[in-house]
């Protein structure tokens, strides 16, 4: 699933192919595998073919207005980071900066659609206003600002070991999942609304509202 504008990766792909940066072919290639994946243009593009970010970011600014911003150097406000959950940020892959002007600051790797601008609005209560950053450094950053539940998050994604939750009502706390695990070595941590539990080489990943 694209969280970005199919129109605004037209327009995106059309300024790569005519700066020579990719041929046509390759960039339909990026093209359809944006819309089938929950990948960014802008990912696919600098890991897939080779684009530099340094060439691909000012390219972005120009055709969108949104502006570039290198994270690590910037001031990242606890009150902003406490506004988003660990669930929200990591499903849409954006790091919260600070609030301003009554807006919500996200550091993006690449821009949103207005749809999915409008679906982080009414999850957090407040508008957005994005800025461009590398994504390995929003990576490293929401690791930084949201702890042990972040890197945990990557590391089961990355294995791809997520089970479906039982019930609550089935799994109503941890010592029931110990006792289901016999010998196995337990390892669980909550934050926000987000559980998860090692029963030996498996995860069970309790997500509530």
């Given amino acids: 699933m694209s969280y970005s504008d199919l129109q605004l990766d037209a327009q995106i792909g059309e300024s790569v192919v005519e700066k020579s940066m990719l041929s046509h072919g390759a960039m339909q290639e990026a093209l359809k595998t944006s819309r089938h994946s929950n990948r960014s243009l802008a990912d696919i593009l600098c890991k897939d073919h080779g684009i530099q970010e340094d060439h691909l970011y000012p390219l972005i600014t120009e055709k969108t207005g949104v502006p570039y911003q290198n994270l690590k150097s910037a001031a990242i406000q606890p009150d902003a980071v406490q506004m988003v959950s660990v669930k929200v940020a990591w499903h849409y892959g954006f790091m919260p900066i600070k609030k301003e002007g009554g807006r919500l600051q996200i550091a993006v790797d690449y821009p949103f659609s207005m749809k999915t601008q409008d679906e982080i609005r009414m999850q957090l209560g407040t508008p957005v206003q994005q800025v461009l950053s590398r994504k390995q ?47 196995a070595t337990v390892e669980s941590i909550s934050q926000d609304s987000v559980t998860l539990t090692r029963l030996g080489e498996k995860f069970v990943v309790r997500v509530t509202a």
């Avoid at 990576?139 to 890197?151: D, P, Q, S, W």
């Avoid at 010592?175 to 695990?181: P, S």
């Fill in 137 to 183: 450094d929003i990576r490293e950053m929401l690791k930084k600002h949201y702890g042990f539940a972040a890197n945990t998050v990557e590391r089961i994604v990355s294995d791809s070991k997520l089970e479906e939750a039982r019930p609550q009502d089935e799994i109503k706390n941890i010592e029931q999942i110990d006792r289901m695990a016999g010998d």
